[in-house]
Structures are given as C-alpha cells and as structure tokens.
T-cell receptor, first 114, second 116 residues
Framework: AQKITQTQPGMFVQEKEAVTLDCTYDTSDPSYGLFWYKQPSSGEMIFLIYQGSYDQQNATEGRYSLNFQKARKSANLVISASQLGDSAMYFCAMREEDFNKFYFGSGTKLNVKP | DGGITQSPKYLFRKEGQNVTLSCEQNLNHDAMYWYRQDPGQGLRLIYYSQIVNDFQKGDIAEGYSVSREKKESFPLTVTSAQKNPTAFYLC???????????????FGAGTRLSVL
C-alpha cells in the first residue's frame, strides 16, 4: 500500500488566490511526522512545513498552512495569496517513529498564472 | 552558512565506468541519505546512514555503493552494474533526536547524472 498519496498531478491557480494541495497518508504508527517540500525547476528540495501527529494545532509558516485531519489521515497544504514564484513541484512526506527513513508522495506540479 | 553541498552539479558517465557523487554537510547531522529522482517522479531511497562506518540499503540499492568514513561526508558511487543511471540524485541529512518522527530532512541542490 502507498504510504503517501498525492492525487493531483498538476494544478493551476491564479496569482493572489489560495490553493490547496492534497495529501493522504497511511500508517499504523501512533507517532509520525508529516512534511511538505517545494521543488522548483532548479531541483533543490526546500522544506516548507512540518506537522507532528500529536500536535493539537495545525502548523503554519508564513503563507503556508497545513490542514491536518488525523481521523481522515490527510495533511493538505494550503498556500495563501499565491505568487508566481510558487510555481514548482510540491511533495508531501511522512516519517514514522520506528523507521529511520522518509516516505515521499509522487508530487503535485503547481502553476501560478499571472 | 550551514548546509549540504553536492558536487558536481552535472556528471556524465561512460559505459562501464564508476562515478562518485559527493555530499558534504556542516549541519552536524547524524543521519545522511541518498535519493534518486527520475523525471516526473517522486524520490526513491538508495542508501542511508545513521552513524559513521554504518549504512543501510534503501529501496533501490542495487548498482550503488556508499561509504561513511566521516560524519560530514556520505559519497555515493554509481557502479557499472547500474544499467540505467541517468537521473537526478539528491543527498539529504537530518538530526536523530527523539522523537524520530520530528526530525526534518534537509537537502542539497542535487547532481544530474547522464550516460554518454
């Protein structure tokens, strides 16, 4: 079974609008971390935001927020006020407590239109 | 500035040749990782290391080898046994504090490997 599922291969959003990128995960470990990364065309993976399984509040970092719904096992990334520089691939990832490795989704390509 | 340095940025391999990708970090992280990314795909784990002189195979280790002689360095060798090495290779590192699930992986800028 897929550990991380990103069902949107590509998305378009108008500049200055908000956009939600979907991520669902699968784990039986009670302790886990969820991460979002941005990969621009240059290739570098840039860490955006982290959510812990025991965190009571949704994580926020500037224009990024994570809509964490534990019962649904979803961890959607919300980007507010999109900018042209937000055009990139976005990857959702998960780290479990028992295994020292990450699981990555297949990514969502976001295009911000002027 | 603390970070992860990968070199070279571009690398070309001839048939039957071994090539080595460099990864150096000055973040004092215990764990280091190598990933392969094919066009339009996600990341696949090649090898990882939690401590000097120890490393474990990831999901696609065949045709690759690594060493971890220093905490700061985790070079990846793509051997001639890897028949389809053309890909983007990313090195990452993280702390190993408890809880493990909270440790963020940070990435280098990557190396693009092509076969001549």
């Amino acid at each position: 079974a897929q550990k991380i599922t990103q069902t949107q291969p590509g998305m378009f959003v108008q500049e200055k609008e908000a956009v939600t990128l979907d991520c669902t995960y699968d784990t039986s470990d009670p302790s886990y971390g969820l991460f979002w990364y941005k990969q621009p065309s240059s290739g570098e993976m840039i860490f955006l935001i982290y959510q812990g399984s025991y965190d009571q509040q949704n994580a926020t970092e500037g224009r990024y927020s994570l809509n964490f719904q534990k019962a649904r096992k979803s961890a959607n990334l919300v980007i507010s006020a999109s900018q042209l520089g937000d055009s990139a691939m976005y990857f959702c990832a998960m780290r479990e407590e028992d295994f020292n490795k990450f699981y990555f989704g297949s990514g969502t390509k976001l295009n911000v239109k002027p | 500035d603390g970070g992860i340095t990968q070199s070279p940025k571009y690398l070309f391999r001839k048939e039957g040749q071994n090539v080595t990708l460099s990864c150096e970090q000055n973040l004092n992280h215990d764990a280091m990782y190598w990933y392969r990314q094919d066009p339009g795909q996600g990341l696949r784990l090649i090898y990882y290391s939690q401590i000097v002189n120890d490393f474990q195979k990831g999901d696609i280790a065949e045709g690759y080898s690594v060493s971890r002689e220093k905490k700061e360095s985790f070079p990846l060798t793509v051997t001639s046994a890897q028949k389809n090495p053309t890909a983007f290779y990313l090195c990452a590192s993280s702390t190993l504090r408890t809880p493990l699930a909270k440790n963020i992986q940070y990435f280098g800028a990557g190396t693009r490997l092509s076969v001549l």
